[in-house]
């Protein structure tokens, strides 16, 4: 089992940053590609970033591409969302989530583990 906590979330204005963190325990965390997802009301959990295991290779969602930072410290045990330039539209609940497969990470089918959320609201 992985465990994994978020923290970071807000409330900020358009044009603000923020960072969110996710704190893994439980299994070894260098052995999983992590993953940023994001879920606003009415709307399904979409892809954010996601970032291999040793943190070489890292994708976007084009929404975010230019803008989020996707970052881990494995000595640490956490990953990293650097989000700047933000927008009312990157307003949702974003989970952090794992897993040990190498392949599809944009996708939420490969990760078995999630966290619980973390809200972050951008006003106009």
């Known amino acids: 089992q992985v465990q994994l906590v978020e923290s970071g979330g807000g409330l900020v204005q358009a044009g603000a940053s923020l960072r969110l963190s996710c704190a893994a325990s439980?299994?070894?965390?260098?052995?999983?590609?992590m993953g940023w997802f994001r879920q606003a009301p009415g709307k399904e959990r979409e892809f954010v970033a996601a970032?291999?295991?040793?943190?070489?290779?890292?994708s976007y969602a084009d929404s975010v591409k230019g803008r989020f930072t996707i970052s881990r410290d494995n000595a640490k045990n956490t990953v990293y969302l650097q989000m700047s330039s933000l927008k009312p539209e990157d307003t949702a609940v974003y989970y952090c989530?794992?897993?040990?497969?190498?392949?599809?990470?944009?996708?939420?089918?490969?990760?078995?583990?999630w966290g619980q959320g973390t809200q972050v609201t951008v006003s106009s």
């Open positions: 989530a794992a897993t040990p497969r190498t392949y599809a990470l944009h996708s939420d089918r490969p990760y078995d583990y």
């Open positions: 970032i291999t295991r040793t943190g070489g290779i890292t």
């Open positions: 439980g299994r070894t965390f260098s052995n999983y590609a």
